[in-house]
């Protein structure tokens, strides 16, 4: 591959990043630097026999005027199907779409969009047509018991489970309610739900609505929050639970202690 055109290509990108080019040629190293990206990129496509992309990925330049023998879309049920059409118009010979039309659907926050069809995939409108899907019946997750529901509810009993249960018994370490059934839920007393940024910090609760008031700093805190409520929005967000975290890690000790003993291994204080 060429991998001396895309070192040389990082080379001119960093000079032209460096400030002491003029504008002019600031401009043409970047472009320099770019012909090279495109060509090493051109010969690693051409050297592969597999590529995989997104569906948007796939309709890029780069891969403009490039034949495949096959195309396999994976979570295809989930795609909508102008994102399924970038991938396949192209020179494609045969076409698999890969998916549970029982999970989620495509997500589409547009109700008129969803309403004139936009959230029916094209994996679902091939089944409406009458093209029946082979079910892949084996699954490898989940406990028989656990499947038992879905299999009866979703896919007409037909679910195959493996390993059987006496392949994999319950472990040891965890005081099970039913051991013929491996699900438990634990409930969980106290402990508020807390925002935290995808960086981890916490994010502040928005100011108050309740008019505010004359106490000194009220100015300063509710310009202050609001800073970093915008910051956390757009860094993005998830909610923790101290309190869960805590049960989790000590199922998580109970559960290895369990396994390191039966294989006379020492302890786990390593975790949490």
């Known amino acids: 591959l060429n991998t001396f055109g895309a070192q040389e290509a990082l080379v001119l990108r960093r000079r032209a990043a460096g400030g002491g080019l003029s504008p002019r040629d600031a401009f043409d190293t970047v472009q320099q630097a770019m012909q090279l990206e495109a060509e090493a990129a051109s010969e690693a496509l051409s050297s592969v026999r597999c590529v995989a992309a997104t569906c948007v990925g796939s309709g890029e330049p780069r891969m403009a005027g490039r034949p495949f023998a096959l195309a396999v ?3 295809a ?5 102008p994102h399924t059409f970038v991938a396949l118009l192209k020179e494609v010979e045969s076409v698999v779409l890969v998916g549970d039309p029982q999970q989620l659907p495509p997500t589409v926050k547009s109700l008129e969009a969803s309403t004139l069809g936009l959230d ?3 994996f679902a409108r091939l089944q409406a047509m009458g093209l029946r899907p082979m079910l892949l019946d084996t699954q490898y997750r989940m406990h028989p018991e656990i499947c038992a529901f879905p299999s009866a509810e979703f896919y007409e009993g037909q679910l195959i489970s493996w390993p059987t249960p006496s392949d994999r018994p319950l472990p040891d370490g965890f005081p099970w309610p039913n051991p013929k059934v491996p699900v438990c839920f634990v409930a969980i007393t106290g402990g508020d739900n807390e925002r935290r940024t995808s960086a981890g910090t916490a994010a502040a609760a928005p100011a108050s609505s309740d008019g505010g008031g ?3 700093g009220n ?3 509710s310009e202050g929050s609001s800073g970093t409520s915008r910051g956390a929005a757009a860094a993005g967000f998830s909610y923790m639970n101290e309190a869960e975290a805590v049960e989790v890690v000590g199922i998580v000790r109970g559960l290895l202690g369990a396994a390191h003993r039966q294989r006379g291994i020492g302890g786990c204080d390593g975790i949490g």
């Open 73 to 75: 879309l994976d979570e």
């Open 77 to 81: 049920t989930q795609a909508t199907e």
């Open 120 to 122: 029916t995939p094209l």
């Open 214 to 216: 004359d106490g000194p």
């Open 219 to 221: 100015g300063s805190k």
